[in-house]
């Protein structure tokens, strides 16, 4: 059960930080996922244990997207937690230009 948690925490990050598509992008891709694989049970008769195990995991990525996208840019930033890279400071790909002192 922790590895499950574990394994759709991580994929919910990798998705909507790292990979750079944003929560907006995250959140229904985890949805299409468990619209796949319902799907692809009871049409192309996937087996039982790996929709079941599919369709476990990944609502727990697809809630914390929603979860983030509940939050306004502003308000995740003060709190320090990951809006996507376009959204993060460090990320800027024009970054502020500042004076260097002689």
Known sequence: MLFTFALGTA?????????????????PLFGAVIAAAA??????????????????VAPRPLG??????????????RAGQGCGRRD?????PQPSRTRSTP
């Open 11 to 27: 994929a919910g990050d990798l998705t909507g930080e790292q990979l750079n598509p944003g929560y907006p992008v995250s959140a």
């Open 39 to 56: 799907v692809a049970h009871f049409k192309f008769r996937l087996d039982t244990v790996v929709a079941f195990w599919i369709t476990y």
């Open 64 to 77: 914390a997207s929603l979860d983030d996208l509940s939050v306004p840019v502003p308000l995740r930033r």
């Open 88 to 92: 993060h400071p460090r990320h800027d």
